[in-house]
């Protein structure tokens, strides 16, 4: 039992350390006549320098002009696509490693509405279509939304450790239902730009809310405000987390025309995952508790207290890792 918690530990340590390496590379391809295509491409900064890639448009397409430096995390450029019959695609090439980010690309056609297409993570030649479709919006904002609290191991060890101190079914839809509302707040303040925090400091105390929940599991106080009322203090930090997810949004942006639209359904996304992380948690619990025999039980002070210092001690290296970002 104690070495399938800590394997499963292990997978957060090993898929991402620093807890949230999978923000996606933003493109943009503009229409500006029949035959020119203006391409832009924003990096996340968690990609390394030396493995910083190349980015082009290709398909019958010639490249007129740099418009904007290629060579750091933003770049521009202007093609001449002169053979409407030849389907046109965005090619990514990493001079080392594929770091195995997934990219959002953001089409404008003159005459139509933004389109936009989600290419999965490790995914480097990205067809782009000659249709339109009116739903790509909810769709891929929503995707992303997925991915990023799927690939963001902070606010899923966060949430482990609620569900852990809300224990039974009521309180943890309450604790839930609480961090969903507070991080909804601050993801909409911080999105239409109403509130602007600083990235760094916020991953920093997104961290700290960890090793706080992981030392309230460790310490086994159940007469503590946290054990007593999980809701209050998942809606609290609750709002730290929507920060975070805001951040991912800062470094794509969002459509000008359909910023309220994109907002929900990136903020769905993330209720679907979280959702379905906390399925994968109660299912897991069910089946070790049933397949023992009612001999291992994830819900008892051990393995508690044990979750809660292995969770604590991968919070506390985030921290200092962040911390460390500070300049």
Not at 1 to 28: C, K, N, W
Not at 176 to 193: D, E, K, R, Y
Request: glycine share 8%; aromatic share 12%.
């Amino acid at each position: 039992m104690t070495l399938i918690f800590i394997a499963f530990l292990l997978i957060f340590q090993v898929s991402g350390a620093s807890g949230h390496d999978g923000r996606p590379v933003y493109l943009e391809v503009n229409q500006i006549s029949d035959a020119e295509y203006e391409l832009a491409w924003r990096i996340p900064s968690t990609v390394q320098p030396t493995n910083l890639p190349a980015i082009y448009l290709e398909g019958s397409c010639d490249e007129k002009k740099t418009l904007s430096a290629t060579t750091g995390l933003r770049g521009k450029r202007l093609y001449e696509c002169m053979d409407r019959d030849v389907s046109l695609q965005i090619s990514l090439y990493f001079p080392r490693t594929n770091p195995s980010l997934s990219s959002i690309v953001r089409i404008e056609r003159s005459g139509f509405r933004s389109e936009f297409l989600h290419a999965g993570p490790g995914v480097t030649v990205i067809e782009i279509p000659s249709s339109i479709n009116d739903n790509s919006l909810l769709s891929e904002y929503g995707k992303l939304g997925v991915e990023h609290i799927l690939g963001g191991y902070d606010h899923l060890l966060f949430l482990l450790c609620v569900v852990w101190l809300a224990f039974t079914f009521k309180r943890i839809l309450l604790a839930v239902t609480g961090f969903t509302i507070a991080h909804s707040v601050t993801l909409g303040l911080a999105a239409l730009g109403v509130v602007t925090p600083e990235i760094e400091p916020t991953e920093a105390l997104i961290a700290l809310s960890i090793i706080f929940v992981a030392a309230e599991l460790a310490r086994q106080n159940q007469g503590s405000l946290s054990w007593r009322y999980p809701v209050t203090v998942s809606s609290v930090f609750g709002l730290l987390h929507g920060f975070g997810f805001a951040s991912v949004l800062e470094e794509i942006g969002l459509p000008t025309n359909d910023i309220l639209m994109a907002l929900f359904a990136f903020n769905l996304g993330v209720e679907v995952g979280q959702l379905l992380f906390i399925l994968v948690l109660v299912l897991l619990a069910w089946s070790v508790h049933k397949t023992s025999a009612g001999k291992f039980d994830l819900t008892t002070p051990p393995s508690q207290r044990l979750g809660g210092y292995a969770v604590g001690i991968l919070a506390t290296f985030w921290f200092f890792e962040r911390l460390a970002t500070f300049g």
